[in-house]
Structures are given as C-alpha cells and as structure tokens.
C-alpha cells in the first residue's frame, strides 16, 4: 500500500508520541510506525521521573490530565551517605520541582490522545527501512519508509524523516558510516532494578552511596515502590532471589537514626546496563534523529526520557518554521541546538554516576576522594544548587 505524509516518524516511544501529538497541534500531518504491539509499549517498565519543563509542556498541550491527578510533586531529593541523609531542597535552590509519573503511563496517555485525533500510528510493523533521505550536503527527493504491517507491504512517502526509534533501532544505523562520529563510553556496571508492592519507604528520593554500591530509592505511586542496586554490567538475575535483593537494599540504604525500609512482593525485576553514549550531528539530509536514537546516559540523573522530549521539542518548532514559511534555518540548525543540552545533560549525567557508584578501579583514596565530594555537595549552597539546577532540566533556550 502507497501512503503520504509531511513527516514520517519511527518510534513510538515517548519522543515519537510526543513528536507527532506536537506536529498535529501545528495542522502537520506526521505518521508514526512502531514495530511492537500497544500493549508491549504500555507496560515496558523505564523511566519515573519528570523534569517541571517535561510536566508543563504535557499539561500546556493537552496531554497532562492524568498526570495532573496521578503525578508525585517532589521538591527534593536525599543524598544519603555514612548513615546519614542530607536533602537537596529544589524549591529553595532552584524553585522547581519534578513529578514522578511512569513512562508507560506519559505513552499510553499519548496514544490515547493521538487515536482520538485520528493519528496514523502503525502499530506491530516489522522489518522497517528508511530510504532516499538526501545525504549530509542536500535533501534530495522525497524519503520513504518501508515496512510490512498486517502481512502486507506499505511504502511512505513523506518530506522529512523523524528517528525517535531508540538505541536500537534502524535509523541511526542507515546513515552511512564516516557520516556520524560516535562518542561512547560503557560503565563497568548496571542496575537492578524492581518494582516492589510495598509504600515507598521516604517520601523523596534516596540516592544512596554504600562501600557495598550504589542504591536508589524510587517510587510509581503511594503504593508502589521502586529501587535500583548497582550490580555487574552482566549479572545474571537468576542469581537474585527476591530475600537477597532484600537484604542487599537493607544493607545499602541503612541509616544510624532507625529509619525503616519497607518490603512487599516483587512485582518485577531487570538489569540494565550503563553507558554514556552521543552522535554528531543528530542529523542527515532529510533524516533527523530525537531521543535514544541519538544519545544514551546512564540513569542516574534521570534524565533520558526528558532529553528526548527537548530534542523534539525544537524538532516541532523546525518544522512548524519550515511549513509556516518555507525557511529551513531552524531544520538546518536542529543538531547544533539540541547538542548543546545534551551535552550539558551528558555531563550532568555522568558526574552524578562517578560521585555516587563504586568503581572496581577505585582505590581508598577514590573512595574519601567521592565522601568529600557528596559532603561538599550537602554543605556548599553553590554546589547544592548546581546539582538542583540541573536535576530539575536546564531551561529550554
Ligand atoms: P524508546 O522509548 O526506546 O522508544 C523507541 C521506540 O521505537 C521502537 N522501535 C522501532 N519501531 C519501528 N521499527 C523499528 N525497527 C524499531 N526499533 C525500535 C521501539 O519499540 C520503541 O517503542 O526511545 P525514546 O522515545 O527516545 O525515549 C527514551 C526513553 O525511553 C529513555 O531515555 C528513558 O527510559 C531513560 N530512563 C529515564 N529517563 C528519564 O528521563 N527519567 C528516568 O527516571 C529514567 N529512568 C530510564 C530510567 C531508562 C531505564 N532503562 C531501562 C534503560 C530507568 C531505566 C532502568
Ligand atoms: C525511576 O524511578 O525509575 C528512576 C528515578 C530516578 C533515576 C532513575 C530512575 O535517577
């Protein structure tokens, strides 16, 4: 089947969904092509957590109903460490806040509103390929899509290609190589993470360091508990039976004033692991790519979901500019604005990773070196607020 459309988007995750709900409320026509089922994409457990800027934007244009209701305000975070915690006040410091709110719940309120609006997403389409996008000097003629949805092959015609399909997907890779430089850098450990049916233990997060390993304390809802222990890049889960998750959080989060951690059924459990991870530039010909597509951090900032909804934030306005008057600046300029944050964000991002996890390569003196480190941080006002301002989302320029 022959299909057209102004911007052709492949992804459905957050950046896709987010990217052509944005398109729509412009009057441009974009289409979306996801190779999973609706259901996989609602329940894939990943990020928690909302910059305000992330929260406003979603609420501005129609999507925020549930979170308005369902979204957890935070205005700090604890830094616990030597059996102490010690508060980061955002509202004090920066006078913003966060939200957390699921990732699953942003898509599956995204998906709703697209199907009201009578969006095109092409759900369960396999085998997708981006073809005739120009190259780094010229746009050349119209791209297409390729793919095979319901058993049959469609071919879209569109103006411009949107990559918003992850770190794996096949965007990124059909850009021919020597066009992209890679900047990548893979941490020697990852995370396991669970949902717990169990009230969260503190009413803010608890980012831990332990001479154990890292830990955090997340949360889903007032009944649902969320918590990361830093584990091997490769550790076999199998090997975590739900008591020696337990003991080894107890272990972690431990303070010397009795406070209390609260257990419940595991719900749910993964490793992950953890890179820091950018392409230059995020664009080719009539390709342009958002979200993990173009760049991956490692989660202890929190950071990866809100980055993608800031790449398609100028995403739309380039394209709005483009279909308003014809001018293609802001498109041309799309990577150089959007690597400026990421860059920042990446820096951000891995200075929270390296104070607060144990490095196998670390000796004693690291060790004091990241104590200093977190004291300074929980007792200069200047340094407090750096971590604020940042953790809270740099404003959009
Ligand atoms: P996604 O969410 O990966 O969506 C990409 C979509 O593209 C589809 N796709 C394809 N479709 C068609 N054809 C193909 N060939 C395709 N290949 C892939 C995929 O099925 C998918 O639906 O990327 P997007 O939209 O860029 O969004 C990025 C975020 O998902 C990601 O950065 C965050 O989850 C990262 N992250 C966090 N971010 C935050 O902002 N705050 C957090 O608290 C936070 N916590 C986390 C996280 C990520 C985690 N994991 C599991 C990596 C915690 C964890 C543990
Ligand atoms: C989460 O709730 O999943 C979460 C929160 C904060 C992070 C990472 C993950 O830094």
Not at 24 to 50: K, N, P, W
Request: net charge negative; glycine share 10%.
């Amino acid at each position: 089947m022959k299909l057209e459309t102004q911007v052709g988007i492949v992804g459905a995750g957050p950046a896709g969904l987010i990217l052509s709900h944005l398109l729509h409320l412009e009057g441009i026509d974009s289409v979306v092509i996801e190779s999973r089922s609706r259901q996989y994409v609602e329940e894939r457990v990943r990020a928690g957590l909302l910059e305000q800027g992330t929260v406003e934007l979603l609420k501005e244009t129609g999507a925020g109903a549930r979170l308005e209701r369902e979204g957890l305000t935070h205005y700090g975070i604890e830094l616990r460490f030597g059996g102490r915690g010690h508060r980061i006040d955002f509202k004090e410091l920066a006078n913003r806040s966060v939200t957390i709110y699921p990732q699953n719940k942003v898509v599956a309120d995204l998906f709703d509103i697209r199907f009201a609006a009578k969006g095109r997403i092409f759900l369960e389409a396999a085998d997708a390929s981006v073809h005739d996008f120009g190259d780094a000097g010229s746009r050349g003629p119209k791209p297409k899509i390729r793919f095979v949805a319901g058993g049959e092959p469609h071919e879209l015609t569109c103006d411009y290609i949107a990559g918003c399909d992850g770190f794996h997907g096949i965007c990124r890779p059909s850009i021919p190589e020597g066009a992209l430089t890679v900047y990548d850098r893979i941490y020697p450990f990852g995370w396991l993470g669970i949902l717990a049916e169990a009230p969260p233990s503190a009413e803010e997060l608890v980012y831990a360091y332990h001479e154990r390993g890292f830990s955090l304390l997340s949360m889903r809802s007032p009944t649902i508990s969320r918590l990361y222990i830093q584990c091997e890049p490769d550790e076999n889960i199998e090997e975590w039976p739900d008591e020696r998750i337990w003991r080894e959080l107890h272990a972690r989060l431990e303070t010397t004033d009795g406070w209390h951690l609260t257990e419940g059924p595991i719900l749910q459990k993964g490793v992950t692991g953890m890179r820091s991870f950018v392409i230059e530039p995020m664009q080719y010909g009539r390709m342009f790519l958002a979200g993990d597509a173009a760049h991956i951090v490692p989660p202890t900032g929190a950071k990866g979901l809100n980055l993608a909804v800031a790449d398609v934030r100028v995403m739309a306005d380039a394209f709005t500019q483009f279909y308003k008057s014809g001018n293609q600046e802001a498109l041309d300029n799309y990577s150089r604005k959007c690597l400026r944050r990421v860059w920042k964000v990446q820096r951000f991002s891995w200075w929270m990773t390296s104070m607060l996890h144990l490095f196998h390569t670390d000796n004693a003196f690291d060790q004091r070196r990241q104590l200093a480190e977190l004291d300074y941080v929980t007792s200069s006002r200047a340094a407090a607020q750096t971590l604020a301002e940042n953790y809270v989302g740099l404003q959009m320029e």
